[in-house]
């Protein structure tokens, strides 16, 4: 189980996220939406998540495959379609390499199977409470 701790301050809209490995990062809304800009938006590190999962679960496959893979670019959007109550995710995939047509749609398949993708395209239950 991964556990991120986050705080926001008197700062709008500046939040500060750690990690249980010691990992920090800021999250802001853009200056369109008060706030600064000083780091990626929620929807950013959704889409984030996705894009290096992605990514590395490529890597990581086609290295156990000795695939001359040198590349992989991501371009993701998150957005929600309020009208039809859903999220909807569009990620583009390019694989860079002296790959064949076979394995480049062979690591297509396998982005699809990345661990953040499962969890994106399965129920999810989010359970609050104070603490």
């Not at 679960?57 to 929600?80: C, G, Q």
């Not at 047509?101 to 990345?114: P, T």
Request: with cysteine.
């Amino acid at each position: 189980m991964e556990i991120v701790k986050s705080h926001i301050g008197s700062e709008n809209y500046k939040v500060t996220i750690e990690s249980q490995s010691g990992n920090i990062l800021i999250a802001d809304e853009p200056v369109a939406n008060s706030g600064k800009n000083l780091g990626l938006s929620p929807f950013e590190l959704v889409a984030a998540a996705l894009s290096a999962c992605t990514s590395i679960t490529v890597r990581m496959y086609a290295e156990r495959k000795k695939w001359p893979l040198s590349d992989v670019n991501t371009d993701i959007s998150v957005s929600w379609d309020k009208l039809n109550n859903k999220t909807v995710i569009q990620r583009k995939v390019n694989f860079s390499g002296n790959l064949s047509d076979e394995q480049k749609n062979r690591l297509l398949q396998i982005a699809n199977v990345c661990p953040v993708h499962k969890v994106l395209t399965n129920p999810i239950e989010i359970f609050t409470e104070m603490f």
